[in-house]
């Protein structure tokens, strides 16, 4: 692959949403182009930091898709944790307050230089897109969807957060809101060519990369196309258009 590629390759984040470890390493021998993948709960839940072992041992990166959310102190231990297994990126729910986020920071950075380790990005949960603002209202909230991703988002950055998670329908207010220091992430894409699914309010890669997201995540349209390396090239090159059109 050459450098431009590689660059590319790494906005593509492989959702590995599989059951155990034997399922986790179909998909990773079926990807080798792939340079990050997700480790979630379901995943993590079953076989634990193993997975993140097995992820690096194929040479790629971890996403550790924990939405972290406690007490400052129990997040910031949880943050040491996954800086000491080494992952890339790492997710905490903003809505876990100002305090929580700052410590997580914090931990990150200090066991990173301490322990000489790579400093992962961290990444703030807004709004769960399975929350409709009648949800949002009995849980207490008094703002719309909407105006409380953008709020949670605005704290997160000022709490030292450097990157959010959202859905496609968000990435044009939040990069308004947040400019390009922020790295923003977002599932809920479909290529042109893959089934929805029960993704509802989906958006192509190459419409994602253009309305400012950094990275994508994408499980089924590649994981259980038929020749996944086919599809994760051709996302791939819906990318380069997307980017040489930009
Ligand atoms: O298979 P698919 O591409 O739909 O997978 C998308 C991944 O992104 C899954 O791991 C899913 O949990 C995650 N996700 C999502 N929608 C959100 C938040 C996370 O699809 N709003």
């Known amino acids: 692959m050459r450098n431009d590629e590689l660059n ?30 997700k480790v979630g709960l379901e995943l993590y839940t079953a076989e634990g930091p193993a997975m993140i072992d097995l ?10 898709d924990l939405k972290l959310h406690d007490i400052p102190n129990t997040v910031a231990g949880a943050v040491k944790s996954a800086v000491r297994h080494g992952v890339a990126m790492l997710t905490l729910h903003t809505s876990g ?26 990444l703030g949960v807004t709004v769960l897109t399975s929350l409709k603002d009648s949800d949002l209202q009995e849980i207490g909230f008094s703002s719309d969807a909407r105006n409380q991703v953008l709020r949670l988002a605005r704290l997160a950055v000022e709490a030292g ?14 990069r308004a809101e947040l400019g390009s220091r922020v790295r923003i992430i977002t599932p809920g894409i479909r290529p042109a060519w893959a089934e929805a699914q029960d993704q509802k309010r989906i958006m192509t890669p190459g419409e994602a990369i253009k309305k400012g997201a950094d990275f994508l995540v994408i499980g089924r349209p590649i994981t259980q196309a038929p020749v996944p390396r086919e599809a994760f ?13 930009a």
């Open 233 to 245: 090239n051709r996302v791939l090159e819906e990318l380069q258009s997307a980017v040489k059109g």
């Open 161 to 174: 957060i450097e990157g959010i998670v959202c859905s496609p329908q968000e990435l044009e207010p939040l």
């Open 55 to 64: 992820v690096k041992s194929f040479g790629k990166e971890v996403f550790l």
């Open 97 to 122: 307050g100002r305090e929580m986020m700052k410590r997580a920071v914090e931990a990150a950075r200090e066991t990173a230089e301490k322990e000489n380790k790579p400093l992962p990005l961290i």
């Open 8 to 37: 590319l390759a790494r906005k593509i984040i492989i959702a590995l949403d599989v059951k155990n470890r034997e399922e986790a390493r179909a998909v990773l021998e079926s990807l080798p182009a792939a340079r990050l993948f």
